[in-house]
């Protein structure tokens, strides 16, 4: 109502109410402006078809270089000692079986039988070791090429993964190259995939979980696009008396004063039940987002995180970063399309469904990775609920085996935590994204004459320490992604620094644990991104005069979403029809300036590859003069 001179002032609480409202107008203004300009960006962007088979060659050569006498050494290297000897025993007995003395040796000569009847205490879930013991299986456990065939494979396989994952973030095919190559001549990605470690198996899950949340984003995004599409159309085409008050949080009535200063109401329309429904069905919507239905790369997501810490523990970190990940994607994805109340939307609309996809598959999938302890009777703890009274006596016989593993699960953590035990190699993590300490997986001196050593000394070494080029980078990558994140609001530099949190960050909680650098190996796809993203600021754009697509309204604007690098024969197809000179750009002329900038990314890839090549023989423990590997050592502390 309209206050005269002498009418009462409000109360406070109309007031707060009459503010409140006028918060809540404000806020439905700006989200129906956000619907207007909302659209699928850069998802909506398809591959070009040259890519597909780049980066299987950038693949193949991946895997030729890994497969080059990968059954050097033939002995058991590093912790080899430990995935190689319990992979044999998962595969072939079903769980961990211990192993005598001097074991190595008789390993080492291709006969496993000196293995032992009873079971062998262990501390890392068996999935990984199941995977190193097909490999043994395929080629004998007398063949070095067998122990590491699988990591191999996988190790290669991620190359192509990270390409792919390269191209939905950047929308570039040349840089889901460049992505793919770097990690294809990263030195510690290399060395472990020429190593049975278990480490870079977690990584291939958990590399391989990020791109399944990709995907759905990908798909969340059409389907939001869509949804603002139909809501439009709707706008469009709705009754007279509904487009008085578009806002469907502000009031049912307007109000007027007649000549006296009093309030007149203006007429109301008259609403039937189904308009009523309708009307708050809308509201609903529009104040919440759409239901997103069947969302089936979170379930995926969910097994590959279930697998990755059914290698090591280690996973579970990455589910919950990605869980997170999950949920402020969602939020963002809801304020971008025009939901008034972004957070209560992905509350009430995603976050329990969310959950149920990820979470829970990501515990089924943990614990069927036991299947062979489970079914066995003789596994180490798996006869603890049997040999121990208590509360889990009242379970059914079919479960007898869930305290037990639990039990198992209790010791593990106890011995994981306070592992603290001094090691030549331990490092912290402050330094792993310089490499400050990388580990030694092999190393022999021999003397003249000596497996073909023709100077006084010799060296044979196979140490784990990433490519310098990239890694002399990292620090600076990372940083720059945290600043354009800020400054700029790109989802994806936060996408890569949610990935590095996952896999770095925790590890700081244990400073005073026995930890090493080649944890890193689960960080390098992200480290990789997050060099690659900073190549694509560098690489520039051809300027194109004010490009612009025309929107489902009708009205020209700019594409602000398209990645800055992208050259106008990558765009939509919407872009690329529109009239003008900038439908051809391949072979535009550019500036000194861009000129320069290419040429600078250009001679850091040249760099990496030279690097890399330099680097080889501490990657493959070729036998060089001890001088030569001395001069590789850059760093005291890589020694």
């Known amino acids: 109502m309209t206050h005269t001179a002498d009418s009462p002032a409000p109360t406070r609480r109309i007031a707060r109410e009459r503010l409140a409202r006028k918060r809540e107008k404000v806020r439905a203004g700006a989200a129906a402006m956000r619907r207007e300009t909302f659209h ?22 991946g895997a030729a270089l890994r497969l080059f006498r990968l059954d050097f050494p033939h002995r058991l290297i590093f912790d080899e000692t430990y995935y190689v000897k319990d992979g044999y025993s998962v595969f072939n007995f079903g769980y961990e079986r211990s192993w005598p003395e001097n074991a190595d040796d008789s390993f080492n000569a291709g006969d496993p039988s000196v293995i032992e009847p009873t079971p062998e205490y262990v501390v890392h879930p068996p999935l990984g070791k199941w995977l190193i013991g097909w490999g043994i299986d395929l080629f004998g456990a007398d063949d070095s090429f067998g122990w590491r065939f699988t990591v191999a494979i996988i190790g290669t396989l991620t190359i192509f993964l990270l390409g792919v994952i390269a191209w939905k973030l950047f929308r570039s095919a040349f840089f889901a190259c460049v992505a793919a190559g770097l990690l294809a001549i990263d030195g510690e990605h290399f060395v472990h995939s020429r190593t049975s470690l278990l480490d870079i198996v977690l990584m291939a899950f958990v590399l391989l979980a990020f791109f399944f949340i990709l995907l759905d984003r990908e798909q969340v995004t059409k389907r939001l696009a869509a949804w603002t599409q139909r809501t439009a159309e709707i706008d469009s085409f709705a009754p007279s008396h509904t487009q008085k008050n578009p806002d469907p949080l ?26 009523r429904r309708q009307r708050r069905k809308r509201r609903d919507a529009l104040n919440f987002g759409p239901r997103l239905g069947a969302r089936p790369w979170i ?22 970063a990605f869980g997170i990940l999950l949920v402020l994607w969602d939020v963002h994805s809801r304020y971008r399309a025009g939901v008034v109340h972004p957070w209560l939307g992905m509350l009430i609309r995603d ?65 994981h935590v306070g592992l603290d035990s001094e090691h030549p190699y331990m490092s912290n993590p402050w330094g792993w994204i310089v490499q400050w300490r990388p580990t030694s997986f092999y190393y022999e001196s021999y003397d003249r004459g000596d497996m ?4 006084a000394k010799c060296s044979s070494a196979i140490t784990s320490v990433g490519n310098p080029v990239i890694w002399g980078l990292a620090a600076l990558a990372v940083l720059v992604c945290l600043i354009v994140w800020i400054i700029r609001r790109d989802v994806r530099p936060a996408v890569i620094l949610a990935g590095l949190a996952a896999t770095w960050l925790p590890w700081f909680a244990y400073q005073e644990r026995t930890i090493f650098t080649f944890y890193t190996i689960v960080m390098v796809p992200f480290v990789v991104l997050a060099v ?20 489902r309204t009708g009205a020209a604007k700019h594409r602000v979403d398209q990645p800055a690098y992208e050259c106008a024969t990558s765009a939509p197809a919407a872009d690329r029809a529109s009239p ?56 005291i502390t890589w020694r």
């Open 40 to 61: 699928a960006g850069m998802w909506a962007t398809r591959a070009p078809l040259w890519m597909w088979p780049a980066l299987l060659v950038i693949t193949g050569i």
């Open 250 to 275: 502000a009031e049912a009535a307007t109000t007027s004063t007649d000549s006296t200063g009093s309030a007149a109401a203006a007429p109301v329309p008259i609403l039937t039940d189904k308009e």
């Open 299 to 320: 379930f995926a997501a969910g097994i590959s995180l279930g697998l990755a810490t059914g290698v090591k523990w280690s996973g579970l970190y990455a589910l919950a």
């Open 351 to 415: 976050s329990i469904p969310s959950f149920f996809k990820l979470v829970p598959i990501a515990l089924v999938t943990y614990v069927a990775c036991w299947t062979g302890w489970i079914r066995s009777d003789d596994a180490w703890d798996r006869q603890w609920a049997a040999e121990n009274f208590g509360w889990w006596r009242a379970l059914p016989e079919w479960l007898d085996w869930l305290p037990s593993l639990a039990h198992y699960h209790y010791t593990a953590y106890s011995f």
């Open 452 to 455: 073909g050593c023709t100077v």
């Open 532 to 551: 690659t993203y900073c190549l694509t600021l560098v690489w520039g754009r051809v300027p194109v005069g004010g490009r612009s697509v025309v929107g």
């Open 580 to 635: 003008g000179p900038t439908t051809k750009q391949r072979f535009a002329r550019i500036s000194a300036a861009l000129f320069a900038r290419r040429l600078s990314v250009g001679l850091i890839l040249v760099a990496a590859i030279l690097a890399f090549a330099y680097f080889w023989p501490v990657y493959t423990g070729e036998v060089i003069p001890f001088s030569a590997w001395n001069n590789r050592m850059w760093n």
